[in-house]
């Protein structure tokens, strides 16, 4: 379901309203649960604000002599009935209105007794026993321990709330753009943006989504020129062969016309070349293609590959030549995948270079890997469109067609190839004029 960016950030606000909620509902069950401990506990071991007093008279003197001096200073105590056990539960001091027993004899805790326990070293050293204890005193005792509680979680409330708010301000509105922008995405609008706020995380999410928006539009755009590269790759030759039959067919040709034929079957022949090319681009692209690596000597790879094109360039009166020195120019690669990068390299340089021209092929070896250069001095390209030169039916020359040779995808694949083969490729324009193709090659 579609979703403004408003009604994200209230679903957001609310999920953050929950929480706080779900905090102080937790807060409120542990008082209640302070309270409801000491109105039905008999014996408690936790600290009370007073029984420091009494546990430091002890631990000052050694003895619980005298120490009802330490009870004439603690307010709390004042209005109530207490009586103070020794560890053995013997009566060292008797404060109760009612006397109940002398000190020194022992006691045992009544049901209306509340007694606190007194330890040192984790040992009981005492036992502080509040007789007769209402449900009302008793409450009065546990606010000795609620009250300090409640005044802080009270700060900590206050200090959530303007947590709360900054988390809204940083992180609540900026996610919310995203959400909304992915969604709108997702529907189909990848033009979609938002803008970089809040913390730096939030800002790294807000680029790394526009980064991702950017590559899928542009994934997209690829797509749609593809298809339609390849429609119209394919329009011209499928247009001279049905304009040939039809011509057959309404006697305008004769069905044993040679050279109408010769015509149709040469475009088929181009057809059949640009469908094996697409398909070995995309098996190139997947990686999907199967390389069978074996150690390949380039200079004579490439001394092959000019001897194939050596009839073309003598043609158009183009000198080709290997220049190489004596190094080792090995490298594990597929001969067959590799003599087709090198056939795709020449035979592009031959196609756009004018009669007269020169071409010439060197190698450089270091260490680790084997460099091929592919040199014209033809006319080149401008240094804004060396980026598109490894594109598919990219050609810099707009007005060419199909009869000018070439199916528009002879660098695509190389690229395709040197890559997948873990090689790099690209072209550099010349100091003077022309264009230089540089294939690295990991020996």
Same mark, same amino acid.
Do not use: C
């Given at each position: 379901?579609?979703?403004?960016?408003?009604?994200?950030?209230?679903?957001?606000?609310?999920?953050?309203?929950?929480?706080? $909620?779900?905090?102080?509902?937790?807060?409120?069950?542990?008082?209640?649960?302070?309270?409801?401990?000491?109105?039905?506990?008999?014996?408690?071991?936790?600290?009370?604000?007073?029984?420091?007093?009494?546990?430091?008279?002890?631990?000052?003197?050694?003895?619980?002599?005298?120490?009802?001096?330490?009870?004439?200073?603690?307010?709390?105590?004042?209005?109530?009935?207490?009586?103070?056990?020794?560890?053995?539960?013997?009566?060292?001091?008797?404060?109760?209105?009612?006397?109940?027993?002398?000190?020194?004899?022992?006691?045992?805790?009544?049901?209306? *007794?509340?007694?606190?326990? &007194?330890?040192?070293?984790?040992?009981?050293?005492?036992?502080?026993?509040?007789?007769?204890?209402?449900?009302?005193?008793?409450?009065?005792?546990?606010?000795?321990?609620?009250?300090?509680?409640?005044?802080?979680?009270?700060?900590?409330?206050?200090?959530?709330?303007?947590?709360?708010?900054?988390? %809204?301000?940083?992180? $609540?509105?900026?996610?919310?753009?995203? %959400?909304?922008?992915?969604?709108?995405?997702?529907?189909?609008?990848?033009?979609?943006?938002?803008?970089?706020?809040?913390?730096?995380?939030?800002?790294?999410?807000?680029?790394?989504?526009?980064?991702?928006?950017?590559?899928?539009?542009?994934?997209?755009?690829?797509?749609?020129?593809?298809?339609?590269?390849?429609?119209?790759?394919?329009?011209?030759?499928?247009?001279?062969?049905?304009?040939?039959?039809?011509?057959?067919? *309404?006697? %305008?040709?004769?069905?044993?016309?040679?050279?109408?034929?010769?015509?149709?079957?040469?475009?088929?022949? &181009?057809?059949?070349?640009?469908?094996?090319?697409?398909?070995?681009?995309?098996?190139?692209?997947?990686?999907?293609?199967?390389?069978? /690596? /074996?150690?390949?000597? &380039?200079?004579?790879?490439?001394?092959?590959?000019? *001897?194939?094109?050596?009839?073309?360039?003598?043609? /158009?009166?183009?000198?080709?030549?290997?220049?190489?020195?004596?190094?080792?120019?090995?490298?594990?690669?597929?001969?067959?995948?590799?003599?087709?990068?090198?056939?795709?390299?020449?035979?592009?340089?031959?196609?756009?270079?004018?009669?007269?021209?020169?071409?010439?092929?060197?190698?450089?070896?270091?260490?680790?890997?084997?460099?091929?250069?592919?040199?014209?001095?033809?006319?080149?390209?401008?240094? *804004?469109?060396?980026?598109?030169?490894?594109?598919?039916?990219?050609?810099?020359?707009?007005?060419?067609?199909?009869?000018?040779?070439?199916?528009?995808?002879?660098?695509?694949?190389?690229?395709? &190839?040197?890559?997948?083969?873990?090689?790099?490729?690209?072209?550099?324009?010349?100091?003077?004029?022309?264009?230089?193709?540089?294939?690295?090659?990991? /020996?």
């Amino acid at each position: 379901m579609h979703s403004s960016v408003r009604e994200i950030r209230t679903r957001l606000l609310y999920l953050l309203v929950r929480a706080f $909620v779900f905090v102080l509902l937790l807060s409120l069950i542990f008082f209640l649960s302070i309270v409801s401990y000491y109105l039905t506990s008999q014996t408690s071991s936790i600290p009370m604000p007073f029984t420091g007093a009494i546990k430091g008279y002890y631990i000052g003197h050694g003895n619980w002599d005298g120490v009802g001096a330490v009870f004439d200073t603690i307010d709390e105590l004042s209005s109530l009935d207490t009586l103070l056990l020794d560890k053995d539960h013997r009566i060292v001091l008797d404060r109760d209105s009612d006397p109940v027993s002398t000190v020194g004899s022992s006691y045992k805790l009544k049901p209306n *007794d509340f007694a606190l326990s &007194l330890e040192m070293g984790g040992q009981e050293i005492g036992l502080l026993v509040i007789t007769s204890l209402s449900p009302w005193s008793r409450l009065g005792i546990a606010r000795a321990v609620i009250f300090p509680v409640s005044f802080i979680s009270l700060l900590l409330s206050v200090f959530l709330v303007i947590v709360a708010t900054l988390l %809204i301000r940083r992180f $609540v509105n900026p996610l919310a753009g995203v %959400i909304y922008a992915a969604r709108e995405v997702t529907n189909g609008k990848l033009g979609t943006r938002i803008s970089s706020e809040g913390p730096q995380d939030m800002r790294s999410l807000s680029d790394s989504f526009n980064e991702m928006a950017s590559s899928l539009e542009r994934n997209d755009r690829e797509r749609r020129e593809m298809f339609a590269d390849i429609a119209h790759e394919l329009r011209t030759p499928l247009s001279i062969i049905r304009g040939r039959l039809e011509g057959i067919v *309404d006697g %305008i040709y004769k069905a044993d016309d040679g050279q109408v034929v010769s015509l149709a079957l040469e475009q088929t022949y &181009l057809l059949e070349r640009l469908v094996d090319d697409l398909r070995l681009l995309t098996l190139a692209e997947t990686r999907q293609l199967h390389f069978e /690596k /074996k150690s390949v000597d &380039l200079a004579q790879l490439s001394q092959h590959t000019i *001897d194939m094109f050596s009839a073309e360039a003598q043609e /158009k009166n183009i000198s080709l030549a290997l220049e190489k020195g004596g190094g080792n120019y090995t490298a594990e690669l597929d001969p067959q995948r590799m003599e087709q990068v090198v056939g795709n390299l020449v035979g592009n340089a031959l196609r756009y270079i004018p009669d007269g021209s020169k071409i010439w092929l060197t190698l450089e070896e270091t260490s680790s890997e084997v460099k091929l250069f592919v040199n014209d001095n033809g006319p080149g390209v401008a240094e *804004d469109e060396l980026q598109y030169l490894f594109d598919r039916f990219w050609r810099k020359d707009k007005s060419r067609t199909r009869s000018a040779g070439g199916t528009g995808l002879g660098l695509a694949i190389a690229k395709q &190839l040197v890559e997948a083969q873990g090689g790099t490729i690209e072209a550099r324009i010349l100091p003077q004029g022309g264009l230089q193709v540089v294939v690295e090659l990991k /020996k």
